[in-house]
């Protein structure tokens, strides 16, 4: 069981503990500033903080016995003098660290590697703890890439990366606007995954073009790798050969929209997703804020709504704002509207921390 | 030599205290300032040597035009200020 959050908000990391049954906010770093995701590497305990500081660009920290030290963002390599890249609306493409999207630990076996996924679009590792960064040009120069779109951000980005727990070289990630792309050669090279996925917001003839989903969030079991889920911009869809290929999942009440989604690490038929009414209005509907959790691989879901706020309650939830321990028994979930709420029975009931806090964009255990 | 004075809000983050170099162009004169204080080097540029988005840079008064170069020309006695740009929040 973890008994520690750290919980990045628009003005300050805060940290929370588990105190005898109540969780409480016990301390908070960069207090004022816009800390957008967190990292804990289960394998040194070492944490990662991504701030973006708007003006001055995006920084990233890390944690040591006596506080926090700035280390080297990923930086985009020099644009070639008189290379043009344009985005969809024709605007060129800047080449520099937009946003940190993504940070997940690398294999058992590979102490220090760090991923991270960045708008706009560019892929990073550092096999030295983030003291140094490489690009993977194998992704960034694919040509497809060049497919890739903003989505709910302005830029495409990589904002899931899932590390087969079987073999660290093959790692799979979520592009929003861009698919699933997956190497089983360590980066060496990339190829396009997510057939079966449907895309509303396309015309016909490329609404299952894979380039063209909008995954929100890609999870993976640990024990289960082959099975992946994806919270999708409009729907909701399974896997069980390692994202190769996905089934939607139709009809799930009271939405298939959201954003986050998390899988039991033993279970990989147990799944959580936070629903909001879709794209257009992105609230919680009829003001009701709730968790849908499946047991059976998608054929049924729960909504899961006890000591969560059903009146007038519009948080959102991001897709890095839900999260599950690693025993896969407490999950804690924050909202853009400063709410916090931990289950420690898997979602059946749930604890508020706090509903003052900052909007919040990232939870994770540590 | 030029002198060189950043915004106090950056202070906190990276310390930036005022400096002189030598140096033609806007370029030339912060380049120096930065090998002497890396760190605050990606707090005013970006990935690819331009200007961050939301940065400005005056040159006796006047905002420099060449925000990727950085080519706009400085006198011995100019005197360059690093301040944020209103935009950006």
Not at chain 1, 96 to 110: C, E, F, M, S, Y
Request: negative net charge.
């Amino acid at each position: 069981m973890s008994d520690r959050l750290l919980v990045s908000t628009r003005k300050g990391l805060f940290t929370v503990m588990r105190n005898g049954g109540d969780w409480d906010i016990t301390g908070v770093d960069f207090l004022g500033d816009n800390v957008t995701l967190t990292l804990t590497d289960p394998r040194d305990g070492k944490s990662y903080a991504a701030l973006d500081h708007g003006h001055f660009g995006v920084k990233l920290h890390r944690s040591t016995a006596n506080g926090w030290e700035e280390i080297p963002s990923p930086a985009y390599p020099p644009k070639p003098e008189g290379y043009e890249e344009k985005d969809m609306w024709g605007r060129e493409i800047n080449w520099t660290t937009t946003k940190i999207w993504a940070l997940t630990a690398g294999g058992p076996d590979q102490p220090g590697t760090i991923w991270c996924g960045t708008l706009p679009g560019g892929l990073f590792r550092s096999s030295d703890h983030g003291q140094s960064w490489e690009m993977m040009r194998t992704l960034w120069d694919h040509p497809l890439r060049k497919k890739w779109a903003g989505g709910g951000a302005d830029w495409p980005g990589i904002h899931s990366i899932c590390v087969d727990p079987r073999n660290a070289k093959q790692v799979s990630i979520g592009v929003s606007t861009g698919g699933i792309w997956h190497t089983a050669d360590g980066g060496a090279s990339w190829a396009l995954r997510g057939e079966g996925m449907r895309a509303e917001y396309m015309p016909p003839e490329q609404a299952h073009d894979p380039i063209s989903q909008d995954v929100h969030c890609l999870a993976q079991c640990r024990a289960a790798p082959q099975r992946m889920w994806v919270q999708h911009h409009n729907g909701i869809f399974v896997s069980s050969d390692e994202g190769k290929t996905f089934t939607e999942i139709k009809g799930v009440e009271p939405s298939v929209f959201g954003f986050p989604v998390v899988v039991h690490p033993k279970e990989p038929d147990t799944a959580w997703f936070v629903p909001e009414i879709k794209d257009e209005k992105r609230i919680p509907r009829e003001g009701k804020l709730a968790v849908t959790r499946t047991r059976d691989g998608g054929k049924s879901f729960e909504v899961l709504s006890k000591g969560l706020p059903q009146a007038h309650a519009y948080d959102v939830v991001y897709r890095h704002a839900l999260a599950l321990d690693e025993p896969g028994d407490r999950l804690a979930l924050g909202s853009t509207t400063g709410g916090l709420w931990v289950s420690e029975d898997q979602g059946d009931s749930w604890a508020c921390v706090t509903h003052t806090l900052p909007p919040i964009y990232a939870v994770r255990f540590a | 030599m030029a002198k060189v004075v950043f915004t106090p809000n950056v202070q906190r983050h990276v310390g930036c205290p005022a400096a002189e170099a030598a140096g033609t162009t806007v370029r030339e004169v912060l380049e120096r300032v930065f090998a002497d204080n890396p760190q605050a080097r990606s707090y005013v540029l970006d990935d690819q040597a331009a200007l961050r988005r939301h940065m400005t840079i005056f040159v006796d008064g006047q905002m420099i035009r060449d925000r990727a170069r950085l080519g706009d020309a400085v006198k011995d006695s100019s005197t360059i200020h690093v301040f944020q740009a209103l935009s950006g929040g």
